[in-house]
């Protein structure tokens, strides 16, 4: 049993992702390897796109968050499917550019957007400019001025909402350094402050609770409580804004322990929610946008190593080390992220060793996992780590000038690359 569902195991044995062989994909392009099944993340994107089809009337667009994970052919693959992005940098916005992306499916994210930009982002047409905080406000205000146009906005509200996950990707509490409190009253003074000035249209709210969160009901709430705040700026303002943009955050299956609520559930408790609370507040139903980035990357993903030195230490652990660790998969040494793992080549046999997974940088914390669950790994076997399509790649880091791993998409028993593995001559291409 697979964490995820394109994950199955051919007659010699050996893991097979969306039914191509991964122990010769480790053979043609070499290790480590990010392989991305893109039938899969497709149907991710229909399955949410469909929710709000289904559940909503349409009246609604999904924003792939590409922060899990970003390229021109992602980006090309969300236009393909009719879908929005969330970009939250310059570097994202450029790449969604070279593929011509929609500005108007793109929100724009960031507590401390540069003016450079702001500028490239309006200049782009980007209609979805999320502002963070009242200097951002007036920094649009400004450059939309300049560039004789009404930037269109969104605010980020926080919505007090402590959703449990990891305190690294918690963004919903008070205490956060993204957003407009409601509660303490910022939230406010941010739309009184957008409705005054010359240069900006204020189109509605966003808010996003945190990552990885299994359970719906804190995003039911989050849109309960922003919708209070519609209501509330409704009556002091005289003013009904139309898009709730309700972020992303919904969990994945890491390991078999993990039990996210299917995504078009999410879809259909919001929805019901959204209806009842706007009836009761007497709102029109808003336009709602929702960001999932790790639910459509994330478990369409693996990563292939080859397994190295093995060092057992009597009394202790068994190290088993790989070419690659946290240079591409830094989420166990940041969160102690759990992860399912296998030996791609001996996918049939039993995990009958219990070793420590450990990367190879010079730093002890350089581990994939702990008390890890594996078949006996001998140099050369190929390690598979499951559901590594989000926040591996984009999270990649040249520590020890080790080269970032390409990325692989398989479709219909094919492979192609999507991005080239990194080169030494790439490593020193910008060095004096
Ligand atoms: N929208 C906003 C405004 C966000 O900040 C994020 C994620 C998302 C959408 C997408 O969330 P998702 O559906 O992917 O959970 N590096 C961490 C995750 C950080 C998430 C940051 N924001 C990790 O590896 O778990």
Redesign the pocket.
């Known amino acids: 049993m697979f964490v995820s569902k394109d994950l199955a195991v051919n007659e010699k044995g050996h893991l097979t992702i969306g039914g191509v062989d991964t122990v010769d994909l480790a053979k043609e392009y070499g290790t480590p390897l990010y392989v991305m099944d893109e039938d899969y993340i497709r149907q991710n994107m229909a399955l949410f796109r469909d929710s709000i089809d289904k559940y909503y009337g349409g009246n609604g667009l999904v924003c792939y ?1 590409s ?2 994970f970003a390229c021109k052919e992602m980006y090309r693959i969300a236009k393909d499917e009719n879908i929005g992005v ?1 970009i ?1 940098s310059i570097g994202e916005l450029y790449t969604a550019m070279q593929v011509d992306f929609p500005a108007d499916k793109i929100c724009y ?1 960031g507590n401390n957007k540069t003016r450079r930009e702001i500028t490239m982002a309006l200049e782009y047409g980007v209609e979805k400019l ?1 502002v963070d905080n009242l200097m951002e406000l007036d920094l649009v205000n400004e450059i939309a001025g300049q560039l004789g146009i009404t930037a269109k906005i969104l605010l980020r509200l926080t919505p007090g909402i402590d959703a449990h996950t ?1 305190d ?2 918690k ?1 919903g509490k008070i205490d956060s350094k ?1 957003g407009l409190t409601i509660q303490l009253g910022d939230a406010m003074e941010g739309v009184k402050k957008a409705i005054a000035l010359p240069h900006i249209q204020l189109l509605g709210f ?1 808010c ?1 609770i945190g ?2 969160i299994l359970e719906i009901s804190p995003f039911a709430h989050a849109a309960e409580v922003v919708l209070d705040f519609i209501a509330q700026v409704k009556k002091e303002c005289g003013y009904e804004l139309s898009i709730l943009n309700l ?4 969990g994945i299956h890491y390991t078999l322990e993990d039990d996210p609520d299917p995504y078009d559930a999410y879809m259909e408790q919001v929805s019901r929610t959204v209806k009842a609370k706007t009836q009761e507040l007497g709102l029109k139903l808003p336009y709602i946008i929702i ?5 459509i990357v994330g478990p369409a993903g693996i990563t292939l190593h080859t397994v190295g030195g093995i060092k057992n230490i009597p009394g202790y652990r068994k190290y088993v080390s790989v070419d690659g660790g946290m240079t591409d998969n830094i ?1 166990y040494a ?2 102690g ?1 759990k992860y399912d793992f296998l030996l791609a080549n001996k996918a049939d046999q039993p995990k009958d060793d219990v070793v420590t997974l450990a990367g190879r940088c010079c730093e002890s914390g350089d581990l994939l996992g702990e008390g890890v669950q594996l078949q006996t790994a001998q140099v050369g076997d190929i390690l598979c780590t499951c559901a590594t399509g ?2 591996n790649y984009t ?1 990649s880091s040249n520590y020890n000038r080790v080269c970032t791993p390409g990325v692989v998409f398989v479709k219909g028993g094919e492979s192609r690359v999507v991005i080239k593995a990194q080169t030494l001559e790439d490593l020193v291409r910008n060095d004096i």
């Open positions: 968050a922060k899990a969330d939250v994210h999320v990891h690294f990707i963004t993204f966003h996003h990552s990885q972020g992303g955050g919904f960001e999932p980035g790790r639910s989420r940041l969160y992220s989000a926040y999270m």
